[in-house]
């Protein structure tokens, strides 16, 4: 599954792209994109996401629209297992590969070309910047 948040925020698998529905799920769903592999609390995600609107059931609306990611993301996981999103005190964590994320291949590449210009290779420093900005 790749997360792609340079542009669109879209998820694709290899049947193709996943819809995902509401704008509050799109929201949560970018934040724990852009903190994968990092817990992110349910109150971090209400400030972000509702801000000064949070609604009065605040935890409750957080827990449904991760309900309804992880149907969309993982429709075949059993209740219990941790799936693309994991449920971890105090809050949630994106369960994805670096790599799956192309925000964090744009910064692994830019850095490889960093490293190749100082090596004395434009020519490679160059294909390494046109990878990275063609995600």
């Known amino acids: 599954m790749d997360f792609r948040v340079l542009g669109p925020l879209t998820v ?8 995902i529905g509401s704008g509050k799920q799109r929201a949560i769903l970018a934040v724990l994109i852009l903190n994968s592999g990092q817990v992110v609390s349910t109150d971090r995600l209400l400030d972000l996401v509702w801000g000064e609107e949070q609604p009065a059931g605040g935890v409750q609306a957080v827990r449904f629209h991760i309900w309804k990611l992880r149907s969309l993301l993982d429709p075949d996981r059993t209740k219990g297992d941790d799936g693309v999103i994991a449920t971890r005190a105090p809050g949630y964590v994106l369960l994805a590969a670096p790599d799956r994320v192309d925000a964090n291949r744009f910064v692994a590449l830019a850095a490889e070309a960093h490293t190749m210009l100082a090596a004395s290779d434009p020519a490679q420093a160059r294909r390494l910047c046109d990878d990275a900005l063609r995600l």
């Open 12 to 19: 694709h698998t290899e049947s193709g792209p996943i819809e």
